[in-house]
């Protein structure tokens, strides 16, 4: 069984900043995701990696599938980018279908 | 852009009672999650299902849930008879094939309390 772990938990800072929120894994996977999950509840997912970099906007992931790691970044950061971040990851096949998740990154950008 | 729907949105039960979740899946795709979200913790995958029938099961997922494909467009989630424990965030996923290798798309949750 995967386990998965953010770091911060908790991150506050000002408009303007770049972000960086990390996630480790435990064993071998198939694909990692990044999630975005609003006050209200709700979860979008924002990249699949199953290796090197993807960029969306001002978002960047990146993972390094030797060392069992992650990073999201967020460049010029916004009060809007004020979030829950998860990483969940893809079991290398064999094992379940779903998810497994991290705890989150409550993200909290001050203007 | 195509979406994952759940009704409702918010479910006030009393304990013991059965309830349904409801989704609707994005139509092209091939597997269906439920996960669950305790308040303050962490999203725990409940079940997958595939062709038909369960693909995968957690250790949460016992004999008092169940989950069903009806009418090749909803997907349901049946609690038999509920628990003050059972009152969590509740997410239906579906992804293409299995979200190891692609991308999940998530509804927007129905927020189950049992009072």
Known sequence: KNEVEQSPQNLTAQEGEFITINCSYSVGISALHWLQQHPGGGIVSLFMLSSGKKKHG????????????????????????????????????????????GKGTHLIIQP | EPEVTQTPSHQVTQMGQEV?????????????????????????FLVSFYNNEISEKSEIFDDQFSVERPDGSNFT????????????????????????????????GTRLTVV
């Open chain 2, 77 to 108: 989630l049946k609690i038999r008879s509920t628990k003050l424990e059972d009152s969590a965030m509740y997410f239906c996923a579906s992804s293409k094939i299995r979200t190891g290798g692609t991308e999940a798309f998530f509804g927007q």
């Open chain 1, 58 to 101: 001002r978002l960047i992931a990146t993972i390094n599938i030797q060392e069992k790691h992650s990073s999201l970044h967020i460049t010029a950061s916004h009060p809007r980018d004020s979030a829950v971040y998860i990483c969940a990851v893809g079991d290398s096949g064999g094992g379940a279908d779903g998810l497994t998740f």
């Open chain 2, 20 to 44: 349904i979740l409801r989704c609707v899946p994005i139509s092209n795709h091939l597997y269906f999650y439920w996960y669950r979200q305790i308040l303050g913790q962490k999203v725990e």
